[in-house]
């Protein structure tokens, strides 16, 4: 038990703590233009992809580090066993760090790394590895606010040799982008339909939609609305810093007839909110009931779920969707982190919908169609 959430041989300053420092110290910062250098190197060390503790790196030759930057980390890179980064931060500006929380329980490239490193003979069962993961089930295109045209997004897929995805562009009501009335995705079905034909059955996707949940838990697009979708996504996307309880608002999401999968529960942002208040034993606890899988959204930004209330999720007995929720091409391998954040919440590959064969996917798609 000792070891939940632990992320394995992490050094004794991460990147994600020196990250977390130079936010801290760039939102205490008058100048736009430290606040700009300092903010932009701590965007580099969350995409390193080994730790820089330990290494000989001329930190002025990393990406968007400065030299101002590269002095600031040097200093936290001296932390260690005597004075945490974190002590470091509160000396400095004579208070605790007021963002801390905000960054915590995320994940940088170097942390998925660690965590996916196989580790035989690891006494935990078989935990979920990313050959277990047959595809990526929340995804958008340049139809809504992606980059990415379908035809090209299809293509990236099959030849990556996924097996299956679920499409997820935004429906018409989402306040964050261009969504897609009913007509729209008659249209993606035509155009899904014809480019699986050509795929000879190796890789199939599944026709779906990021369902907006509104303010009292109602949601903007369902199968019932759009009989041309196999699935839905319901995702919150607005009241996202009210400090009132949201339970019965998912809740209310949940229970809609044709809801498959709730997307990043919390709503959170790296560094920018903490996300929504709910109860989440209660939440976890009807979506079990009602067989809706509970996304881990592997964006970086999001980590949506933590590991913490993931292993809730598990305890209540829900089932798993890995996402990356990519809006670029080189969004596609946030699906690692999705699956760094189910190893460390040791959730087991057969709880994750992402590990069944295309087939019987599609059945479970069609069964949560349906209910
Ligand atoms: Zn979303
Ligand atoms: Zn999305």
Redesign the pocket.
Known sequence: MSTLFTIPDAPPVTNGQLASALLALSAAEKGERPRTELRAAAWTLRQLPEELFGRRVRLTGLPHVSARAADAIGAFLACGSDESVEDRVTAILDRADPARHRKSHFLTCADVDRVLKPAPGQADGSPLSPTDVRGDLHLHTNRSDGKVPLESLHRSLASRGDRFALLTDHARDCAVAGGLFPGDFAAQRVEVDRLNDRSDGEFRMFLGA?ANIDADGGIDVTPRSVPVLDAVIA?I?TELRSRSDQTERLVRAIRTPGVAIL??PRGRLYDLRSGIRASWERVFAVAAEEGVAIELNGCPERCDLDPKLAALALAAGCRFSIAS?AHARHHLDFLRFSIAIARLARIPPDRVVNTYSAERLGEWLARQRER
């Open positions: 990021e995702s996307h997307g990043h929720d």
